[in-house]
């Protein structure tokens, strides 16, 4: 059980979080955290890179992110989307395996909270169900981007 003074990652509380795991319970929230490491971008610095092999996700702490594939021009970028606190980011491709679809770049220093595959696995072997809630807020983000995305190009057509 997690308590009001406990400290994560020697910066946040947990109420500072509970917005970032508003899918879970507090005590689902204790039981994730051991499974992440904050891990922290400069402005301008890749955070993901297209083409990358596929070995963590991540939940937006603090900062903003643009996410951009290339066009069909060499060295030109189209933003697909800018994403804040609360954001998940590269869960596609950990889930699916591969390789990355699009380049993640932080536009101010940026933190997230990083779920590696390996944890991932393992936190699916430990405790499925909580594994479960997390597959079903991945489904619900890509969801809602992908009816973003429809709108988007009826728009367009």
Avoid: C
């Avoid at 509970?18 to 039981?31: K, P, Q, R, T």
């Avoid at 591969?98 to 595959?117: C, D, N, Y």
């Amino acid at each position: 059980m997690i308590t009001p003074e406990a400290v994560f990652f020697d910066r946040y509380r947990p109420e500072d979080l509970s917005d970032i795991f508003s899918f879970l319970s507090a005590e689902e929230m204790g039981e994730l955290l051991p499974y992440l490491e904050l891990r922290e971008w400069h402005p301008e610095e890749s955070v993901i890179k297209s083409g990358d092999s596929a070995d963590f996700m991540g939940f937006l702490v603090e900062g903003s992110l643009a996410v951009k594939m290339e066009g069909i021009f060499p060295d030109k970028f189209i933003l697909l989307a800018l994403l804040e606190r609360g954001s998940l980011v590269g869960e596609i491709s950990v889930v699916a395996g591969g390789h990355r679809q699009a380049t993640v770049v932080a536009m101010e220093k940026s933190s997230l909270l990083i779920l590696t595959q390996e944890n991932l696995e393992l936190l699916l072997s430990r405790t499925p169900a909580l594994g479960l809630k997390i597959f079903r807020r991945i489904i619900q983000v890509l969801g809602q981007r992908l009816g973003k995305a429809s709108d988007r190009l009826s728009r367009l057509l």
